[in-house]
């Protein structure tokens, strides 16, 4: 792996097998009482309530094209306020390299709240809780891409469920976030 210190249970560096992704559902999406450009929406995880989610994407979907989709989410960020409203988890979507446009990554439509997505050939358990000083999210994000085909990536390996990869609906080649 690579030079530096290493974590105890892991491989050493820090690779996306640390984050925890899971499908979700968003069940409903509202306008962030105290910023225009963020969106607080209520995430069905398959656990026993949903999750509060607050996401920046006011500007590039509405609440009706969110609301009622399967996501991917990174589902062990450690929960954060957001302009005073909790955040705790991170919705994934593909942004175009102009940022003009941004699209959801989306699960198979098989697939239910709380399934696991891994990244193929990566072999390492996701954290409990990432730790924002160690700074997964940042060492992992630049490598997180679209494929040619929308397809969701790390590295060039594909997100996958047991139903099948997670993709972007037209947004390929672009920088996942």
């Not at 509060?52 to 960020?77: D, H, I, R, T």
Request: charged share 20%; with cysteine.
């Amino acid at each position: 792996a690579a030079g530096g210190a290493t974590t105890a249970g892991g491989g050493g560096g820090e690779d996306a097998s640390k984050l925890e992704l899971r499908v979700g559902r968003i069940v409903s999406v509202a306008k962030h009482p105290g910023a225009d450009t963020l969106y607080v929406e209520q995430v069905d995880l398959g656990e026993a309530a949903p999750r509060q989610v607050v996401s920046g994407l006011v500007k590039y979907l509405s609440a009706e094209q969110m609301e009622g989709k399967l996501v991917v989410l990174v589902a062990n960020m450690k929960p954060s306020n957001m302009r005073a409203v909790s955040s705790q988890a991170m919705v994934l979507c593909a942004f175009s390299a102009d940022g003009s446009a941004a699209e959801l990554l989306e699960p198979p439509a098989q697939c239910a709240p709380g399934d696991r997505v891994t990244i193929e050939g990566l072999t390492g358990e996701p954290e409990k809780q990432l730790n924002p000083k160690k700074k997964v999210w940042e060492a992992v994000q630049p490598d997180l891409k679209t494929a040619a085909d929308g397809g969701a990536t790390y590295k060039g390996a594909p997100f996958v469920t047991s139903h099948g990869p997670c993709r972007a609906a037209s947004l390929a080649n672009c920088t996942i976030k």
